[in-house]
């Protein structure tokens, strides 16, 4: 988290200016002139001096000058310190609060769709590229295993996990397995693993099954202690993303060259990239608290040209997090109070199932 933006450096008309320039190019998304300012605002300030005070905060860092154009726009600091020490927060509308809690109840009972559904419902109500990272599989508790013949020589291990999450792995096998004793080898492999994390039972299945060896005319210990990182292991990095609002991101002004728009295709479909971008902004918040990454601020090179508002929720025990990805020119407010709010309802649609 980047330190708090000392705004005792600022005056209170400094600090009032900042944040409607800040404001004001947010949702013009173009350079904010003085007489701009003066004109849409009730300050009780001349265009001259406003125009003074603006020249100040650039002098300062806080804004910047483009081109030749008489307006300004933030920088990176300029936003920290909106974010930091001017942004008020808010809530959803009624509205949309309603659509986002009758979506999630239509969903609770299939976690995975509901996931996806977070995705497009970030993407579609901030106009931003919404994404939501499920949980790491290693820190989850095992409910329960089930193996599934497919055939006469491939079989299907269900790991079903706290909170609804789901894990499945195909292996193939030398010769078909008696139902019966598929059902017994199940029903042992359940009592010995079922209420540890995946990463506890990988590190110690062995020990767990030392004794079943002879006893097992199935073969499926044997099998799981050979494939046990494959199956006790994180899902791959693909499968851990959903995302939405592609369409969206694309339309903003910040996009619409073809540098920028390559850029950002890149970094969506870095994955891995991606996920360490949404599990850093994350790390150190509580559940259902926002953090923002603003340009610079991302570890990511592929990132730093965009800000990440990403927060934390839980299901079953283990921690995913959702997230707003756009250009710097971001409605914060907006973000924050969507990322939250659907951090909140996750966290609420676990408990509640």
Do not use: C, W
Not at 330 to 339: E, I, K, P, S, T
Request: charged letters at 25%.
């Amino acid at each position: 988290m980047p330190a708090m933006p000392n705004t005792h450096d600022l005056n209170a008309r400094e600090q009032q200016i900042l944040r409607l320039v800040v404001e004001s190019f947010v949702s013009t998304a173009g350079p904010v002139g003085s007489r701009f300012l003066a004109k849409r605002y009730p300050l009780g300030l001349s265009a001259a001096s406003i125009r003074n005070t603006m020249s100040d905060l650039e002098d300062q860092g806080y804004l910047d000058h483009p081109y030749t154009s008489a307006g300004r726009v933030p920088t990176e600091l300029g936003y920290r310190t909106f974010v930091d020490a001017l942004m008020e927060s808010m809530r959803l509308p009624p509205t949309e609060a309603a659509i986002l809690k009758q979506k999630f109840d239509a969903f609770s009972q299939d976690t995975e769709a509901l996931l996806r559904e977070s995705s497009k419902l970030l993407g579609h109500l901030s106009n931003l590229l919404g994404v939501v990272l499920t949980p790491r599989l290693s820190t989850g508790t095992l409910e329960r295993l089930d193996i599934v013949p497919l055939s006469s020589d491939r079989v299907m291990f269900v790991l079903s996990i706290a909170g609804g999450l789901v894990k499945t792995v195909l292996f193939e096998v030398d010769a078909t397995v008696r139902r019966s004793d598929l059902h017994h080898i199940v029903a042992v492999l359940n009592e010995r693993l079922a209420g540890f994390t995946l990463k506890e039972i990988r590190r110690t299945y062995a020990d767990r099954v030392r004794d079943l060896g002879d006893a097992d005319p199935t073969g499926m210990v044997q099998l799981v202690l050979h494939a046990s990182d494959r199956l006790f292991s994180e899902a791959s990095q693909k499968r851990r993303v959903s995302y939405s609002g592609t369409q969206y991101l694309v339309a903003q002004p910040e996009f619409r060259d073809p540098d920028g728009m390559r850029n950002l295709i890149e970094f969506i479909e870095d994955e891995a990239g991606l996920v360490q971008v949404l599990e850093t902004g994350a790390d150190t918040t509580e559940t259902q608290q926002a953090t923002i990454a603003i340009g610079q601020e991302n570890d990511a090179a592929k990132a730093q040209n965009y800000s990440v508002v990403t927060a934390r929720y839980q299901i079953g025990g283990t921690v995913g997090t959702v997230g707003l990805i756009g250009p710097t020119r971001m409605d914060y407010q907006r973000a924050v109070a969507l990322v939250e709010g659907v951090a909140a309802l996750l966290d609420d649609a676990q408990a509640s199932s």
